[in-house]
Structure formats: C-alpha cells, structure tokens
C-alpha cells in the first residue's frame, strides 16, 4: 500500500465516520439511525484494518475485525431488536432541540473540535493523527446526541457513537492501546448495551414505554 | 507475597462464583463476609509488612504502595460490615417480599463481583488496568441499584448507567490520550500506561497533550466520584439502592473513583506543574460543595439527605487534593476511612428505617431514639461522626484539612468550603434532631433490626470510637502515601 | 486549419455567453422533457420554451398599476448578473478578461444581487402572493448563500486560491483530490444547494400552478409579456450557469487553456454543452422520484447543507496531503 492510499483511505474513513456522525444528528427515525450506527462501525473498522496493512502489522487487522463484527453487526442488532419490539413508537418524538438548531450546534462542536486538539496533532504530525480532530468531533456531537433525545433507544445510539468516537482516537493517535485495555473496553460497551437494553425492557414492563420525559419522579 | 498480593481480588471473586453456583443461602452469604475480611486482612498485613516500599505482581500490573493499602482497608472495611449486614438484611427482605429469589441470587453475586472490581483498581499498577476495574464497578452496581425493581429504582438504574458510562468513557479517552502522551516521551508500548513508568517519564510528556488528558480525567473520574458537572446520578442510585449496597457505594466507590484522580495527580503534576490540576479540583470541589449543601436545605427524603452528604464530603476531599500538602493528603486518607465507616452506619440505620415505614421520607420518621435503642445510638453516632464532632475521626482530618490549606496559601477557598460545610451541617442537624429526638408520633411502626445488622452496627461503632481516639498505626500509612503523592511541605 | 492560430480571450468568453443565452431555453426544454418521458406523457419538445419565449415577447408589454421602476428594471438586473456571471466563469475557456474579479465572492454576490432583484420585485407588487413569495425566497437565499461560498471554498483550499480559473485547473491538475472527503461532502452540500437556489424539486416545484405552494413563481406572477420572457430566459440561464459551474468544478476535462486554438474553443464548448445536458438529465431523472418537500422542513435541510459545507472546508484544511 502507497503512502498516497493509505492517507487517502484513512481520510476517507474518517470522513465518512463523521459523516455518519452528522446523519444521526440529521435523522430522527430510530431505525435510521441504527443503520447509520453500523454503517459508522463500518467507517470504524476501516481504520485500523488500513493501519495494520500499511504497517504488516496482523494483530492490528484483527482487531479490525473484531471490531467490525462488534460495533457493526452484532451490537446494531442488538439494537434493531430493542427497536423492532417498539410497536408504533418507531418515529422520536421531538427531540428537546429541534434539527436546525441540532445541525447549527454539530457544527459548531466540529469547530471545537479541532481546536481542541491542535496539541495533539502538534505532538505528532502524522496523518494518521491529522485525522483525529474527526473522531473527536464525533466525541463531541455523541454527548450532544445523548443530551438531547428523549428516546431510551436514541440515548443508547448516543452512547454507542460515543464508544465509536474514543475508539477512533485510540486507533489514530496509537494504533491501539494495549490488547487487554482495548479488549477490556469492548466488553463494557457491550456490557454496557446489554444493560442498557434489558433496562429498556424493564422500562417498558414498568412504565408502558420508553420516553425517558416519563422518568422524572426523582426530583431535587 | 504476591499470592497477598491478589488475594483481595481472588477472595470475593471466589465467592461471587460460589454464589452464582448455590444462590442465596447462609453459606453463600457467610463466604462473601469472609472473602471481605480476607481484603481487610490482607490489608493490614500488607501495612505492617510493606514499609514505604512499591511493591509489583503479576508482569508489572499490580502494585502495591501506601496508597493502595490504604484504600484496601477502607475496602475491606466497609465490605466486611456492609455483606455482615447483607446477610440480615436480604434474609428479611426476602420475608417480607420485597425481593425475590432470583434478585437475592442477583445480589449474592453481585456484591462480592463489586469488591473484587474495587480491589483490582486500588491494586492497579497499570492505568488501563484500573480504568477497567472502575468499569466493571458500574458494570456490578447497576443491577444492584434496581435491586427493588420499583419505578423509582429502573429511573434511578437508567441515569446512573448512561451518566456513568459517559464519563468512564471520557476517562477512557484521558487514558488513550496519556498512554500517547507516554509513548511520545519515550516508554515502550507495552508498559506506558504502568504508574511508575509514567512516574519515570513525567517531564518529558507533553505538557499540552497531559492537559487535554488530565482535564478528561478529571471530569471521567470525577463523574464516578459525584463531582460537578456529572452529579446527577448520585442522589438517585444511593437512595434507591438496598441499604448495604448503598453503603458500599456512598462509603468506598466514590473514594476508589477519587483514589485514580489521586494517582493521576501524581502523573500529572510532574508533567505540567501543580497548578493545572489545583485549579481544576479547587472549581469542582467547591461548585460539588455547594450544590450538595444548597440540596441538603431543601431535603425531604433521608436517604437523598445522606446521599447529598456524601457529595459534600467528595467535595471537601477534592478540595482537599486540591492543597496536595503532605498533611491535607493524609488527612484526606483519614477522612475517606472515617466516612466511609459512618456512612455504613447511617445507611444500614436508614435500610431498617425504610424497611419498618415503607418510605424514606423524614417527615414520616419521628423519635428514632425512643423506638429503637440499637437504630437510634448507631445513627446518632453516625451522624455526629459526619457532623465532624469530637472525638470521632472527622473532626481530626477537617481541621486539618482547613489547616492545610491555609498553609497552602489557599484562604479564600477554605473560607468557602467552611462557609459550605456549616450549611450541610446545619441542614443535617435539623433533619437528624427532627429524626432522632423527641416523642414519637403516636402509631409508628415498630423497628425490626436482623440480627447480622445489630452486629455490624455495633462493630462500626466501635470501629470509630477507635479510630477517632488514636489513629495510631494507621498514621504512618497515611503519611507514607502522602509523601508519594508529591507532597512535599 | 492549424492548431497554432490562438484566438484572443475574448473570443472564448462571447462565445460562452452566447452559448448560454441560446442554450438556457435548450436545457429547461430538455429537463420538462425528460421528466415527461419519464412520467409517461409525450412532452411538449425540447423547443418549446424557445416557441413560449417568442410567443412572450410578441405579446403587448402589461405593468400592474402600483408598481415602481423595481417592478420594471428587475428583469433586467436578474439577465443583466447572469450575462456577467456567465462571462465570469470558466465555462468554455480558463482565461476570461474578467478573471482578475473572476473570484468566487464576486459570482456569488451576482447570484445574490439577482435573487434580490427578483424578491423586490415580487414585493413591489403589493399582492399577497408576491411578498408571500419574496419572503420564502429571501429565506432560503439567506441559507444558500453561505453555504455556495463555503462549499466552493472548500474546493479552493488545495490551489489555495479563490478565482474560479485556478480552482478549475488545479482539480484538473490533480485529479486524485476529487476523492478527498472534503471534495465530496463539497459537492453534496452544492448539489443541494443549488437545487434551492434555481428552485428545483424538493425544495421548490417550476410547473406548480398552486400558488400556496410558490416560490419563485409566485414573485413572478405579475409579469406578462417581454418581462415575463426576460424573467424565465434568465431562470434558465441562471440554472445552466450553474449547472456548468458544477460541471467544471468537478469535472474539468474539455475546458480549454487560458490562450486557447480554435480546436480547443470547439472541444470546449462541446465538453461543456455535454457536461450541462448531462447534469440537466440526471437532476430532471431525481425531480420524478422527489416529493416536494413542506416549506417548514427547508431550512433542516439548507442546515445541513451547510454543517456539510463546513466539514468539506474543514476536511480539505485538515486532511491536506502533505507534498
């Protein structure tokens, strides 16, 4: 792999993981947004399966891998599910920011976000930490996702998103952390999802349906 | 040694295993107990033993240093009283229906999984290794949280995971971010992320990279801990969590969470001077001081109001960490053993409270002390404890932690936080006098205390008379740690 | 006949704007009739609005009682912009006598000083449908606006320049960079863009009769005659200008050299006339399978063409290919 292939690879993961970022911003539907969220995993996977190619580097790829199978098969499945039991509750109801403003907001976060990490591109000028200011501003957008939805289902998209994002980072700016922190940080996403959804199971057992408005009873 | 080593985390996870294997009997419980008293031990043992010596296991992984010691006798502690509790407390739960089987097979599993995941992150000598373990920790404790399945409990399950997980990723990304800062300054890829490799690299880390990191930390590790801005899921998960869990929780989780924001600290400092993170703790520890206090004023439900107080003393330690003398570090150690102790109190006090009213407001409860000898001393002991009243323990590591920062030059910050804490005080007298004293109202339910509680309570208070009259051996511990901390004055 | 004659500039630039004035009608002719095929009906002709436009201007000349030289001179200013922005840009050939203003803030202040032409126009009227019009139309100008700039800026971050004629050759130069992220997300964010701001399906319907449902037809309502011929010719001419700047922006094969032979003025506006009726065809092909979209929805839409323009200016800054 060239040196121009591989910066124009990774770049176009990059954008495309942003890209997706944006959409899920932009679309309301919950089921368009999981599918947007395995294409984001896609996005994902790409970086380091091109990173362990241009450095002959096999351990690299598969962790690609099984980040491609985690992050964009099993756990939007996963998702798809919780949706799929949602009976015409498929469209959010109106998220607390209305899109134009959400979209205004994403773009300002996206600005932020390369500010924000000048030093670090500063510390090491390669292009595969030029493109992090992306996963970043993917960061940044997921926490503004997950503030402002109401949906039990759209808050755990949020949360995903935001996993993708500081995966991303770790990819770009290390190639990987260390096997067990990265292995340990797949399990707690997927913990993480489990619980998530088996409380929005319980949710709807208990409140008859998952807009989180419902849960205000602990005030003050 | 190094089977000592990992004992801590072997022993609860041997119980959790035979608990899942047994369920929910009295042999199960009893080994949970044991495998507490195994870390408290092992504690101990280590703290005689160690001296101020760094200790490794395990490829480098684990360590152990006064620090960890320190934070494993408050595990130990705390575990030991609160599954002594557990054991009375599920058994008449389950009489009265409050839970079932498959939830008391839940918690027997649940409960020693969350010790071992404590203990694995004060033994961590590897940072990535601790962020899993503090993980893992809200892994356990969700479930444990909707413990009770009711409304309230899923509410307070959902905010406590989703906030929670936010800001463990956002530490995750501190983490990745520091382990880039480390590779840069030269450490190999294997053990970069390992506390005295970084110790060994401080000045040559990037400073600007370190900041990013340090303030990502700070708001992750601090969203665990119950510091501003990531507060809101504390009150909610403490007060719907069963009693010995919430114990654990308020006691020991938010201080482990503190205790990696404490070796981070270390990193930091060396890397980019003290004053990044001093001014950071400085604006969490106060705003976390006083939205606790402003909510303490205004508290209807006791279990919320004990919650709200441990907030406030999360805030006072992060101030405290914030003066980084060796003398504000040790008696902020102090304070951490103190707390917790008088926490288990008050909330297994609160679990029998609630169990004999059926709620948790304070306007139900009157004339704890006529009704109950054992509920009433124990939480009034309790709550003169965190009142920081002589002679307990409380009183000692506030004073001197005022003290400290005053030499550390930083007056107007204690003047706030005293200022703070007389407000938390104040609100916390006039509930507990209104809980406490007095007649009780006519037709007040009768106060059931298990057996196992009644024990653990008077153990607790015992414990604190104790360590409020001589902190003895435990001195040399606290200020051994505070000289590795950096503290230097 | 030689390669070598050179023709002055000039030249080049006439005949672009003599190819647009006689192609526009062409192109709007071209696009009703492929969407006619496509639904089924046999259309009307590629000529046709040429036949409408003679028809229009044989017509006796009709002003609204009320209306002041605003309602009068609008027609002219909108054909009068778009002349000069056809002669601005590199349609044809690359060297215009213009090219010194030839940057990308002085064609889209044209665009902008003709759609402001139009909406004081459709409010000179004084009728409920012409300010109804006026107000959506300044709307989605106020969105498009910065995002045309933004999204052609994007473009002229690699040549590090503004004009039009060194961001065309530096794409034809480098063609690799029309697969960077901040090239792509730059030509979603014009596509739609430009959609809006000709008043193209979904953002606005050009064969709409409801007048509820009006954009830009609903400011020209008022117009008969000659002044109704000028308006349309310079609807059209404003569409295939931009569509040839799309064309050229990303696709820059064909265009000619800025001394150019005659050979190469011929291959250019070939390339050209090609590149437009190709555009022209595949929008006309997405208008069939477009809903119109609900007035309220346009601005979600016009937002996220923007976040898409600025992501393209901050991706071709970001992800600059180191050389």
Same mark, same amino acid.
């Given at each position: 792999m060239t040196q121009a292939t591989y910066n124009g690879v990774l770049n176009l993961a990059a954008g495309a993981f942003l890209l997706a970022a944006v959409l899920i911003v932009w679309r309301r539907e919950l089921r368009s947004i999981v599918v947007l969220l395995a294409w984001q995993g896609l996005a994902l996977a790409a970086i380091p399966v091109t990173e362990g190619i241009y450095h002959h580097d096999a351990a690299l790829v598969i962790v690609g891998v099984v980040v491609l199978v985690l992050r964009a098969v099993i756990l939007p499945l996963l998702l798809v599910r919780a949706v799929g039991t949602e009976p015409h509750e498929r469209r959010e109801s109106?998220?607390?920011?209305?899109t134009t403003t959400s979209l205004l907001i994403t773009a300002a976060l996206t600005v932020l976000a390369y500010a924000v990490t000048r030093p670090i591109i500063a510390l090491d000028p390669s292009p595969a930490t030029r493109a992090v200011p992306a996963a970043f501003a993917v960061i940044l957008i997921a926490v503004f996702v997950m503030v402002s939805r109401r949906r039990a289902l759209s808050q755990a998209v949020g949360f995903m998103m935001l996993d993708n994002g500081i995966a991303a980072t770790a990819f770009l700016i290390?190639?990987?952390?260390p096997l067990i922190v990265e292995l340990g940080a797949s399990l707690d996403v997927t913990f993480a999802v489990l619980v998530l959804g088996l409380l929005t199971g319980y949710m709807r057992a208990t409140f008859g349906g998952t807009d989180l408005d419902q849960l205000r009873e602990l005030r003050g | 040694m190094s089977f000592l080593l990992v004992l801590p985390i072997l022993a609860p996870l041997t119980a959790a295993a035979l608990a899942a294997v047994l369920g929910w009997r009295p042999l199960t419980a009893s080994v949970t107990v044991v495998a507490a008293l195994c870390v408290l031990v092992t504690g101990v043992i280590l703290g005689f033993t160690n001296g101020s010596g760094v200790r490794f296991a395990i490829a480098n992984l684990f360590r152990t240093d006064a620090l960890s010691i320190t934070m494993l006798i408050v595990i130990g502690t705390v575990g030991t009283l609160a599954t002594w509790a557990s054991v009375g407390y599920i058994d008449a739960e389950l009489t009265h229906g409050h839970t079932d089987a498959k939830g008391a097979n839940l918690y027997g599993v649940l409960v020693p999984v969350f010790l071992a995941a404590m203990a694995s992150a004060v033994l961590a000598n590897n940072i990535g290794v601790m962020w899993v373990a503090i993980e893992a920790t809200t892994v356990a404790t969700a479930f444990l949280v909707g413990h009770r399945r009711t409304r309230a409990a899923l509410e307070a399950t959902w905010k406590y995971v989703v906030i929670c997980s936010v800001g463990i990723a956002l530490a995750f990304l501190g983490t990745v971010l520091l382990y880039f800062a480390s590779l840069h300054a030269?450490?190999?890829?294997?053990?970069?992320?390992?506390i005295d490799v970084l110790l060994a690299h401080a000045s040559r880390l990037d400073p600007a990279v370190t900041s990013l990191a340090a303030g990502l930390l700070l708001l992750g590790y601090g969203a665990k801990a119950g510091?501003?801005? $990531?507060?809101?899921?504390l009150a909610d998960a403490h007060s719907q969590a069963p009693a010995p869990v919430s114990a654990l929780m308020s006691g020991v989780l938010l201080s482990v969470a503190f205790y990696a924001l404490l070796r981070v600290k270390s990193v930091v400092d060396l890397a980019v001077g003290t004053g990044f993170l001093r001014t950071g703790l400085i604006i969490v520890g106060l705003l976390t001081l006083l939205i606790a206090a402003s909510l303490l004023v205004v508290q209807t439900d006791f279990k919320r109001m004990l919650a709200y107080s441990s907030m406030e003393n999360m805030g006072l330690v992060a101030v405290a960490a914030a003066a980084g003398t060796k003398l504000a570090i040790a008696a902020l150690l102090l304070h951490v053993l103190a707390h917790g102790i008088a926490k288990t109190l008050v909330f297994l006090g609160s679990g029998q409270l609630q169990a004999a009213h059926g709620s948790t407001r304070?306007?139900?409860?009157?004339g704890v002390l006529a009704r109950s000898r054992m509920v009433g001393v124990t939480f009034l002991v309790g709550l003169a404890i965190l009142l920081g009243l002589?002679? $307990?323990?409380m009183f000692a590591s506030e004073l001197s932690i005022s003290r400290a920062l005053a030499d550390a030059h930083l007056g107007w910050v204690l003047g706030a936080a005293l200022l703070l804490v007389v407000v938390a005080f104040a609100a916390l007298v006039r509930n507990g006098s209104r809980m406490l004293l007095g007649p009780p109202t006519p037709g007040s339910p009768a106060i059931a205390v298990p057996r196992s509680v009644a024990a653990a309570l008077v153990a607790g208070v015992v414990l604190s008379l104790l360590l409020g009259l001589t902190v003895g051996p435990m001195l040399q511990l606290f200020q051994t740690a505070a000289t590795m901390l950096g503290g230097t004055r | 006949m030689s390669a070598a004659t050179e023709l002055p500039g000039l030249t080049a630039t006439a005949l672009q704007v003599v190819a647009v004035v006689a192609g526009a009608p062409f192109v709007v002719g071209g696009m009703r009739q492929v969407r006619a095929r496509l639904e089924g009906r046999a259309g009307g002709g590629i000529g046709q609005p040429w036949r409408d436009l003679r028809k229009q201007l044989r017509k006796q000349q009709i002003t609204p009682a009320g209306t002041t030289v605003v309602f009068g001179f609008a027609p002219a200013v909108v054909a009068g912009t778009t002349l000069l922005i056809a002669a601005i /840009?590199?349609?044809?050939? %690359?060297? @215009?006598? %213009?090219d010194s203003a030839a940057d990308l803030f002085g064609v889209v202040g044209l665009l902008f000083l003709g759609t402001v032409a139009l909406t004081l126009a459709g409010l000179d009227t004084g009728t409920a449908f012409g300010g109804m019009g006026s107000s959506r139309e300044i709307t989605i100008a106020a969105l498009v606006e910065p995002t045309i700039l933004l999204a052609v800026f994007a473009l002229s971050v690699p040549g590090h320049s503004a004009n039009l004629a060194a961001i065309v050759s530096a794409t034809a130069d480098h063609?690799?960079? /029309?697969? @960077?992220p901040g090239s792509l997300l730059a030509f979603v964010a014009l596509a739609i863009v430009i959609i809006a701001e000709t008043g193209r %399906?979904?953002?606005?319907?050009? @064969?709409?009769? /409801?007048e509820l449902t009006m954009i830009h037809e609903a400011m020209i309502l008022e117009y008969a005659g000659p002044k109704l011929a000028l308006v349309e010719w310079a609807s059209g001419m404003r569409l295939t200008v931009l569509l040839g700047l799309v064309a050229n922006l990303f696709l820059p094969w064909g265009v000619a050299g800025a001394h150019p032979s005659v050979l190469a003025v011929l291959i250019g506006l070939v390339a050209i006339s090609a590149k437009v009726a190709v555009l022209a065809g595949v929008l006309a092909t997405g208008e069939v399978f477009i809903a119109k979209l609900r007035y309220f929805r346009i601005p979600e839409l016009l937002a996220g063409s923007f976040l898409l323009a600025l992501l393209a200016v901050t991706a071709s800054y970001f992800f600059a290919t180191p050389t």
């Open positions: 109106t998220p607390l920011v209305n290390t190639a990987g952390v | 030269g450490a190999t890829s294997g053990d970069a992320l390992n510091l501003v801005p $990531f507060h809101t899921w304070i306007s139900d409860v009157t002589p002679p $307990f323990a | /840009l590199p349609l044809i050939a %690359l060297g @215009s006598p %213009l063609p690799g960079q /029309l697969v @960077s %399906l979904p953002v606005d319907n050009p @064969s709409t009769h /409801l």
